[in-house]
Each structure stands twice: as structure tokens, then as C-alpha cells.
């Protein structure tokens, strides 16, 4: 069971918009604002899509944005390109020094 | 570019040992913290463990305290995982990664292919 719970998979149709939800607790992802999100696409290293909740690597295309409500992070894919069809994991500082994984979402674009 | 070449990994028995390495470029390896996160078959993305950019504090995940220990050499710009008393529940691809505990991990390693089986 992962400490982080996202959804198992969303879906989308090209150009939508769809998000992906990050739930833990006030000892990680509601205590600090150190929330990353990683895209995995099949037999490759992840990849950083966002960190400090909100904050994009360069290179990374501003379709993608990162949010946060209270104990809940939240991964916005806008404009949505077959590319984008990959697992997405949400992870998040904790209180005892440890970093928690979500268990993954499948986005599949229709 | 920011570059981590991992080498290490294979097949061992339970109870076994097995080091694996990372090889960093492209920045300054010493001023920044390094992570190992990894990947059982078919499953999610688990951390394992973070070292401080000097390399005096180190983080280790429930599973594996007592057991991993995350080392580095800042005058080879290389970064270690010590796997001891293996288990068959740690067979998993591992990936270093640059980026300490409240860090984005990026860039990360090409992996390394664990199995722990007798």
C-alpha cells in the first residue's frame, strides 16, 4: 500500500484536459509544499515533470501544472497528446525525513 | 548535460550482497544530495534512500534500514548502494537520481535490474 494515493488511471481524448489527484496526509504532502510529479512511459527512467508543487523544470512544456488543496496535490495535463500517454507518480517529503511515492496513474489518451 | 551512468546489479541469493554504483557528470557532484528510488516488476516507484551533498547525513526507507547503506565519493563523483542481507522482495530495477529528500529527483539513472533468488 503506498503512502500517496492517486488514481489507479485516467483517461482522455486528444486536446482535453484531464488531472491527475495526490491524497496523503499533514505530515507530507499538506505539512510542506515539496510535492513533485514524475511521467514513466514504458522500459524508461521517470522523468521530472514538476516540483515544489507548482514548478516546472526547463524544457518541460506548460500543458502540464501542478496545484495543491490542502492534503491533496493535483497534476493538470492540458491540450492532451498521445506523448502524454504514460504512468504519472506523485511524491512528497514527509515529517520523518523520508520521501513517499504514490502508487501510480495510467493516463491513457483515447 | 547531467549525466548518471549506473552500473551493478544481477542475480544473488537471498541473504546475499550486491553494490551498485553510479557514475554522475555534467555538475557539481559534491554540493548536491543523491537519491536511490526503485522499481519491483510491474510495480510502482518506491524511494529507498537520500545522501546529503558532503555525504555526513543519510535517509533510508523502513524496508531497508539495517540493512542498505548509501555511500559516495565526492573525488570520483560517484554515488553507492551497499545491498546487504538481501531479500526476495527487493528484486527490483534500481535508479539513482540527482536530488535530495525535498528535491525533484532529475535527472535519474538508467537503471539497474536486481533479483534476488535462489
Known amino acids: 500500500q503506498s503512502a500517496l494515493t492517486q488514481p489507479a488511471s485516467v483517461s482522455g481524448s486528444p486536446g482535453q484536459s484531464i488531472t491527475i489527484s495526490c491524497t496523503g496526509t499533514?505530515?507530507?504532502?499538506?505539512?510542506?509544499?515539496?510535492v513533485s510529479w514524475y511521467q514513466q512511459h514504458p522500459g524508461k527512467a521517470p522523468k521530472l515533470m514538476i516540483y515544489?508543487?507548482?514548478d516546472r523544470p526547463s524544457g518541460i512544456s506548460d500543458r502540464f501544472s501542478g496545484s495543491k488543496s490542502g492534503n491533496t496535490a493535483s497534476l493538470t495535463i492540458s491540450g492532451l497528446q498521445a506523448e502524454d500517454e504514460a504512468d504519472y507518480y506523485c511524491?512528497?517529503?514527509?515529517?520523518?525525513?523520508?520521501?513517499?511515492f504514490g502508487g501510480g496513474t495510467k493516463v491513457t489518451v483515447l | 548535460d547531467v549525466l548518471l551512468l549506473q552500473s551493478g546489479g544481477g542475480l544473488v541469493q537471498p541473504g546475499g550482497s550486491l553494490r551498485l554504483s553510479c557514475a554522475a557528470s555534467?555538475?557539481?557532484?559534491?554540493?548536491?544530495?543523491m537519491s536511490w528510488v526503485r522499481q519491483a516488476p510491474g510495480k510502482g516507484l518506491e524511494w529507498v534512500s537520500s545522501?546529503?551533498?558532503?555525504?555526513?547525513?543519510?535517509y533510508y526507507a523502513d524496508p531497508v534500514k539495517g540493512r542498505f547503506i548509501v555511500s559516495r565519493d565526492n573525488s570520483d563523483n560517484t554515488l553507492f548502494l551497499q545491498m546487504n542481507s538481501l531479500r526476495t522482495e527487493d528484486t527490483a530495477v534500481y535508479h539513482c537520481?540527482?536530488?535530495?529528500?525535498?528535491?525533484?529527483?532529475?535527472?535519474w539513472g538508467q537503471g539497474a535490474l536486481v533479483t534476488v533468488s535462489s
Open positions: 511524491s512528497s517529503h514527509t515529517a520523518r525525513y523520508t520521501v513517499a
Open positions: 545522501i546529503s551533498g558532503p555525504g555526513g547525513s543519510t
Open positions: 555534467g555538475f557539481t557532484f559534491s554540493s548536491h544530495g
Open positions: 499533514g505530515t507530507d504532502v499538506g505539512g510542506y509544499n515539496y
Open positions: 537520481a540527482k536530488g535530495h529528500l525535498r528535491d525533484g529527483f532529475d535527472p
Open positions: 515544489e508543487v507548482s
